[in-house]
């Protein structure tokens, strides 16, 4: 899949605990191995018993939109081509309390609404200073 954003839009810093959200070609989320919370964003330690024995959740990938904005006004001199474009946040249905932040793909921006299902599709990229292949989560609207 094409660049949401365009080629020179920043790409995210990988780390240990976003790895393989940002690297599997799957929705992985963190959960708890001691009492089965799942978290997202990723953190050092379980929100819900303080547990530090944290793994992945293979979400099935799919979701409602429950927020939507549409950027009509490019932040940075590269973006001027990739306007309009929409940032959605989505409730994972397989994950009741997560929610994850998107882009939306596969209709007009202006035409995104707030209760589409969608399903998660992923961007590659290429983090050359990094030396690792990305596959960035966005969000498919279905209809």
């Avoid at 191995?33 to 099935?60: D, M, N």
């Avoid at 590659?124 to 609207?141: F, H």
Wanted: aromatic share 6%; proline share 7%.
């Amino acid at each position: 899949m094409k660049r949401v954003l365009g080629d020179n839009w920043i790409l995210p810093g990988i780390d240990r605990l976003n790895r393989a959200f940002f690297t599997s070609g799957k929705l992985m989320l963190q959960q708890c191995a001691t009492c089965s919370t799942i978290q997202h964003p990723p953190e050092e330690v379980c929100k819900a018993c303080r547990s530090f024995e944290l793994g992945h959740f293979e979400s099935a990938g799919r979701g409602r939109i429950v927020s939507v904005a549409v950027n009509h006004h490019p932040i940075h001199p590269g973006m001027k081509d990739v306007v309009p474009y929409a940032i959605v946040l989505v409730s994972v249905d397989d994950a009741p309390g997560i929610f994850v932040v998107g882009n939306a793909v596969g209709v007009p921006p202006g035409e995104v609404r707030i209760g589409d299902a969608v399903r998660v599709v992923f961007e590659e990229a290429r983090d050359e200073k990094a030396g690792v292949d990305l596959l960035i989560p966005q969000w498919e609207v279905l209809r």
